[in-house]
Nanobody
């Protein structure tokens, strides 16, 4: 079994910052990509940032230059530093990772989500 546990959500004023963290644990053979999705009320879940084990990262246009994703391969953690937050960033943020529990293949795993609310 693999678990992803997020932390760090909350209420922040526009222009503020928050840091989300996620730790993968369990019977892990290898962690491939890690990332963050978000789902705003009434909208589909969208991928906003992803990072591979080598450190290469990609971002959605909506968060580029404001959010930074990083990971610690030794600890199986991924972090999302969010700066200059806007009301439209309000959403439930989900940690995601592609993880192998055996040498043959990996599966997608999700955290339960953490709410980020940007409001004055």
């Amino acid at each position: 079994q693999v678990q992803l546990v997020e932390s760090g959500g909350g209420l922040v004023q526009p222009g503020g910052s928050l840091t989300l963290s996620c730790e993968a644990s369990g019977s892990i053979y290898s962690v491939y990509a890690m990332g963050w999705y978000r789902q705003a009320p009434g909208k589909e879940r969208e991928l906003i940032a992803a990072i591979v084990s080598g450190g290469s990262a990609n971002y959605a246009d909506s968060v580029k230059d404001r959010f930074t994703i990083s990971r610690d391969n030794a600890k199986n953690t991924v972090t999302l530093q969010m700066n200059n937050l806007k009301p439209e960033d309000t959403a439930v943020y989900y940690c995601w990772s592609s993880i192998a529990t055996n040498p043959l293949y990996g599966l997608d795993y999700w955290g339960k989500g953490t709410l980020v609310t940007v409001s004055s």
